[in-house]
Structures are given as C-alpha cells and as structure tokens.
C-alpha cells in the first residue's frame, strides 16, 4: 500500500456503530460513546446496519449549519441517504422531501399552529389535563402515568386539531407505536403504515363529504382543489397524528421522571407562579432530555467543507441533536438539569427548513402539563425502582414505556 | 437597529413571535410579519434572539 485517499475520514474503516447504547442507570444522558465521538473531532464517522459509513455532525454550530444548509437534502430515496431502516415503499410525507415540494405541502398545514391559535387552545387543554388530573384523583392513589395522563393529553389536542376521533385512540397508538420502533419487523411496520394510511383515508373521505373546521376537512379542500393527491393528503395526516401524541406523550412521562429523579428541580417548577418561568423550563427539559435521539438524516447534494474536512456530494450525514444540546461551548455544564438557566437556543425540535411544525402546540401542552401536575398532585412519587422501569431505547422517539407513579 | 424579514425562507415555526411580539407577527398561514423595521434598541436582546432561533435563518439584523 503507498498511497492512502481519504474518501470518507481516515477512521471510516473502524467507524462504530450507530446508534449506540446509552449507559446503564443513566436513562437522561446520550450515550457515552457518543459523546466521545463529540470530544474527538466536528466530524467524525459511523456504521449503519447497512454497512454504509455517513458523517456524524458532532457539534451545535455546525449541526446548525448543516441543517439549514441547502446543499443537504431530506429526500430520503436519493442515493446516499443514510436511513435508519430498510427504505421501503415510494410514498412518504414531505419531511422526506426537499423545496418547494416540501414547502408547497408543509405550507398547507402551518396555520394551526401560529402562536396566535395555539395560544387561543390554551384553556382547552388546561381543561383536558385539569379533567384528567381529576379522574386520577378520584382512583385509587397509585396509577401508570403513560396510560392515565401523558398518551391522552396530546391524543386528545391532536385528534381535536385534526378531526380524528379519539375514540379511535387504541388504534391509532397502538400501530403508531409499531411504525416508529426500530425493534419491529420492517414487514410489520409496513402492514402498521398501511393501516394508518388506510384509517386516515377513509377519514379523509368523511371530511370531503361533510367537511368540519379542522385541520385534515382543510387537506379534504386541497384535495378537491387538486392541489394535493388524497394520497399525499394521507401521508400528511399520519405525519401530524403521530408526530402530535408520540412525541409530547413521552416528553410529559420522561419529563415527569426527570424532575422526580431531581427534586430541587421540580420544586421550582412547583413553586412558580411566573409564566416565563415555566416556559423557560419547557425549554431546559427539551433540551436535556431531547427524545428524538436518532439523529437528523441528510444526504449532501454538493460538497460541503465543515473543519477543514469535505463531505462530499453523495455522502450521508447524521446529526444527532441530542449531543448538539449537550455542547459543553453553547451550555455551561451541559449534562446538569437546570430550569433556570436559558435553554432557548437548543435544538431539540431540529433546524432548519424541516424543524417541527407543531413546536408552539408541544411547548404550550408541556407549559400547561408542567405548571399544574406537580402543583396538584404536589405528593407525587415513582412508584418502582428507576433500574426497573422499560426505556424506548429501540423507538424513533426516546421515552419510558410505563411510569408508575404513586402519590 | 435595522431588522430585515425574507417571507420566502420563512417556515413559519412562529419562534420569532415568542421571541419578540411587538417587532414580529404571523399571518393566517404561519409566515412572519415584520411589524417594527427599526426597534429601539432596548429591544436589541429580544430581537437578536429571534434571528438567532429562526430555522430558517430569515431574520437579519444591522447596526
């Protein structure tokens, strides 16, 4: 051998798998040889259960930049495009689409979620935890916090959002819950897609025949105007059903464990009667607990220079936000759980053209779950050990499977 | 302090506005809305939270 040519970083041959485990008794913390990946270098390589080798994009501002860099793309049939599975069918919602597709169709579903309308939600979903609140009160004083409170709280805002009904709830959760597991069979994950397609088109025809004023009888327009295939308007629907109730589910369950496992923490949450407070908190467990854990897939379209390596057109980036939130040059002390401090600027919902449309709806449920949970049931504790409690380490979406809480 | 808005870029996450409602608004869809071109700079700090949380990278700021 006399000559070596650097097309992928010199370690590529010995890249570690990707993703990797978190440590044991650590159910908060990235995993710790990703956080190595972050000390050694900006850009460094993984293995993916294919054998390819992309870009890990280890730290904030150059995740930033590169998620709101137009020479990556989201589209996820392009070669290169490091997915986290077996890429299978050829229809998919626009977050695995570049502009303007993907703009003309996220366009199509932001005016729900403006500040303003979210805001005007406020009361209706203090009513919905405040009722859920009242039925785990009225039981026995022990409950599952995943299946009394953090599944239908966003279950029941997104179905109200979208005109899905929540009696349908047992459906929708359950196969949601196959398609986003990384454990299930792709064969399964595909019959849960179809399902969830199939349910959301049958529903789309309701909407076009008696449209109602919600979000997917909006789509059923589209869908009349030809804008929009009935297809596409599907995809769309069980991006936003899955997106809403999964992803605040889990922030409401595993937020509620953190603060549990740090009781100073929690006080302040309980004690505040400050709005900013509270929302600055939202913001501080976003950030720490950051359960999109997967890392953000892009493929580069052109070559991009980060530190003085190239990744070139063709080759995959991941990037993992949840090392990004603990950039030890952007957050003093990143791995402490401080509500006080200003998390604001973390990127737990992503950057870029692609960051969470539903954001202010998630910020708004978490503001309201949090500042009246621990007020109401100020003598609530876990009820198990922490080593005994299931943690989503195979889902798309980081959380706990059950949470049994006492008070 | 001089503020530009590109309503093009805008992804209509609506940050800006939790950032700072006096000098940026949505409209029906989502897209910001700049309301005050030239804030006092007392608002400076609010203002500059805004550019700096917009996924987008819609927002610029001179002066």
């Known amino acids: 051998m006399t000559s070596t040519v650097r097309t992928g970083g010199a370690q590529a041959p010995s ?6 485990p978190r440590a044991e008794g650590c159910p908060f913390d990235p995993p710790p040889a990703l956080k190595k990946e972050q000390e050694q270098g900006p850009l460094r390589k993984v293995r993916l259960w294919d054998g390819s080798t992309p870009w890990l994009v280890t730290r904030y501002a150059d995740q930033r930049a590169l998620l709101a860099d137009p020479r990556t793309s989201a589209d996820i049939t392009r070669p290169g495009y490091p997915s986290s599975a077996p890429v299978r069918g050829s229809s998919f919602s626009f977050i695995l689409m570049d502009d303007p597709e993907h703009a003309r169709q996220r366009r199509m579903v932001t005016a729900p979620f403006t500040i303003k309308r979210v805001e005007a939600m406020r009361p209706a979903v203090q009513k919905i935890v405040d009722g859920l609140i009242d039925d785990m009160l009225a039981g026995p004083p022990r409950a599952d916090l995943v299946q009394a409170f953090a599944l239908p709280v966003p279950s029941l805002v997104i179905c109200e959002l979208l005109g899905v009904p929540y009696a349908d709830h047992d459906f929708f959760q359950e196969n949601s819950k196959i398609l986003i597991s990384r454990s299930a069979a792709p064969e399964e994950r595909g019959a849960a897609h179809a399902k969830l397609i199939g349910y959301l088109d049958e529903l789309m025809g309701h909407k076009i025949a008696r449209p109602a004023d919600d979000l997917l009888s909006g789509l059923g327009t589209r869908v009349g105007a030809g804008e929009l295939s009935r297809r596409e308007a599907a995809e769309t629907g069980v991006l936003l059903l899955i997106a809403g109730h999964e992803t605040t589910a889990n922030m409401i369950a595993l937020g509620t464990l953190a603060l549990l496992e740090h009781p100073d923490q929690l006080a302040l949450l309980r004690d505040s009667d400050d709005p900013k407070a509270v929302a600055g908190a939202v913001e501080e467990l976003l950030r720490y607990l950051n359960i999109t854990h997967g890392g953000r897939r892009r493929v580069a379209v052109e070559d991009i220079e980060i530190g003085g390596e190239v990744i070139r057109a063709g080759e995959g980036i991941i990037v993992p936000n949840d090392i990004g939130n603990r950039d030890p040059e952007v957050f003093a002390d990143p791995d402490r759980l401080d509500l006080g401090r200003d998390a604001r600027r973390h990127v737990a919902f992503g950057f870029g053209v692609h960051q969470c449309l539903g954001q202010p709806l998630a910020r708004m449920e978490l503001q309201v779950v949090y500042s009246t949970l621990y007020r109401r049931i100020p003598t609530l504790r876990l009820d198990a050990g922490l080593e005994d409690l299931s943690f989503k380490h195979d889902g798309a979406v980081y959380g706990v499977y059950e949470l049994p809480v006492a008070w | ?57 819609a927002i610029r700021i001179q002066g």
């Open chain 2, 1 to 57: 302090m001089k503020v530009t808005l590109d309503q093009d870029k805008c992804v209509a996450s609506g940050q800006c506005v939790v950032a700072a409602d006096d000098v940026f608004d949505q409209d029906d869809d989502g897209i910001a809305v700049l309301l005050d071109p030239t804030p006092p700079s007392d608002r400076a700090e609010d203002v500059e939270q805004a550019a700096a949380v917009c996924p987008a990278l």
């Open chain 1, 15 to 20: 890249a570690p798998e990707f993703p990797m």
